[in-house]
C-alpha cells in the first residue's frame, strides 16, 4: 500500500515512480586483489530462464556474464556463474577485484516477456596496506610470496628474525 497526504491549502503536481522486478538489496565487501562469492535467489518458476550478472551504468546494466548452462559452473573473463536449479539459486563469483570495481550490480533472471526480475547489489572494494616496520637488518630478511587462496585475496609473508645467542624450541605460534 502506499499513500500520499495533502494539506488543506494547497495542491502540487506528483511523480510517481513504481520500481518493478527488484528482489531485494545486498551490500558486499571485497578486497583488492580478492574476490566475492554472491548468491542471488530467484522464483522457482524460473529454473529455465538464463541468468546474468550486470554492471549498473547511466541508464543501462551492461551484463559481466550471462548464461543459460544449469547446475555447472560457467566461466566468462574473471567472473563465474553456477545456477543451482534445485535451489532456485545461483551464485556469481568475482575475482581480481580493484577498488574501481566498486559500484552497483544487479544478479537478476532473464525474462523475456516481462520486466526482469533481479537482486541489487551494492559492491565495495577496499584496499588493505600493511605497514611492516623494524630494524634495516630485519627487513631485508622479509620474504613476500604472491601465492594466493583460492580466490586470490591472501597473500602469505614469510618473515625471518635473525637472533643471536642460542634459542629454545617452543613449538609452532
Known amino acids: 500500500w502506499c499513500g500520499l ?17 527488484v528482489l531485494s538489496s545486498i551490500s558486499v565487501t571485497g578486497y583488492s586483489g580478492g ?11 524460473y529454473t529455465a530462464n538464463e541468468k546474468y ?10 551484463d559481466l556474464i550471462k548464461t543459460g548452462i544449469k ?6 573473463g574473471g567472473f563465474s556463474l553456477y ?11 568475482l575475482k581480481d577485484l580493484s577498488e574501481q570495481d566498486s559500484g552497483m550490480y544487479k544478479c537478476g533472471v532473464d525474462k523475456s516477456k516481462s520486466p526482469d526480475s533481479y537482486t541489487k547489489v551494492n559492491l565495495n572494494v577496499v584496499t588493505v596496506l600493511i605497514n611492516v616496520t623494524g630494524t634495516d637488518d630485519f627487513l631485508t630478511h622479509i620474504n613476500r610470496s604472491n601465492s594466493k587462496s583460492q580466490l586470490g585475496s591472501i597473500q602469505q609473508i614469510t618473515v625471518f628474525c635473525p637472533l643471536e645467542g642460542p634459542v629454545e624450541s617452543y613449538g609452532d605460534f
Request: proline share 2%.
Open 71 to 76: 547446475n555447472q559452473w560457467f566461466k566468462s
Open 5 to 21: 497526504a495533502l494539506l488543506s491549502c494547497c495542491s502540487a503536481p506528483l511523480e510517481c515512480w513504481i520500481v518493478v522486478g
Open 53 to 62: 550478472f550486470c554492471k549498473e551504468e547511466t541508464l543501462t546494466c551492461s
Open 83 to 93: 545456477d543451482n536449479t534445485s535451489t532456485a539459486v545461483f551464485t556469481v563469483i
Open 35 to 45: 574476490g566475492v562469492i554472491i548468491t542471488c535467489r530467484y522464483e522457482g518458476k
